[in-house]
């Protein structure tokens, strides 16, 4: 199976480019004004539609209405969205035909209790740092997300993960996706593009591996 690489956290169209010819399946846009790589949609918008097709472009989201969501997406023209706050599951579920991922920031086996509850199309598993919303750079137990995947979603792996250890985050939890994004920055929204070259090489190494 072919893992899915997102690079989240893109500001900057070299950035987002390079992430797409490295092989990334996926670039994220932090829609989130208290983010460090937070853009606005008209700057992500410039971005997106610079991109080639069959590249998945997902907004970021934390804890923002219903209203600011669809006019995110109708100015930029985002095919996915990732909620990253304290949205809850009906609030998730009223964006079809947009693929949804909901985030869950992850401290203990209860921190997993409520994914069952959400029925979107794949749950994103972070570390819990008190006030952050992802893009920390803090790895948290994989043996929870292993545990996870018996939940019945894709599975999509972020929290800490960098070219040096994402072979093991792999071989431990197999997700149906890693999402990436201090592991690869030189600086908060500046990707080191040898780094996200070397993130991607390294997962489809691993495919090769443990297929």
């Known amino acids: 199976m072919r893992l899915k690489v997102k690079i989240c956290g893109i500001t900057r169209l070299p950035d987002a480019l390079g992430a797409v010819e490295a092989g990334a399946d996926a670039l994220g846009f932090m829609f989130y004004e208290g983010s460090k790589r937070h853009l606005t949609p008209a700057a992500a918008a410039k971005i997106i539609r610079a991109l080639p097709p069959f590249v998945a472009k997902v907004g970021v989201f934390v804890n923002a209405s219903a209203e600011t969501v669809r006019a995110v997406v109708a100015e930029c023209g985002l095919d996915t969205l990732q909620f990253h706050g304290e949205e809850t599951a009906g609030f998730c579920a009223q964006f079809a035909p947009l693929k949804v991922v909901k985030a869950f920031r992850i401290q203990n086996a209860a921190s997993l209790q409520p994914l069952p509850d959400y029925a979107v199309d794949g749950w994103l598993l972070d570390s819990y740092v008190p006030g952050e919303h992802g893009g920390t750079g803090e790895r948290f137990n994989w043996e929870l997300a292993a545990q996870a995947k018996e939940l019945g979603r894709p599975i999509l792996l972020a929290g800490g993960l960098t070219p040096e250890n994402i072979a093991d985050a792999i071989q431990q939890v197999w997700p149906y996706g890693v ?31 443990l297929s």
């Open 179 to 209: 999402d990436v994004s201090s592991g690869v920055e030189s600086a908060p929204g500046q990707k080191d593009l040898g780094m996200v070259r070397q993130f991607v090489s390294i997962v489809r190494q691993m495919e090769q591996d």
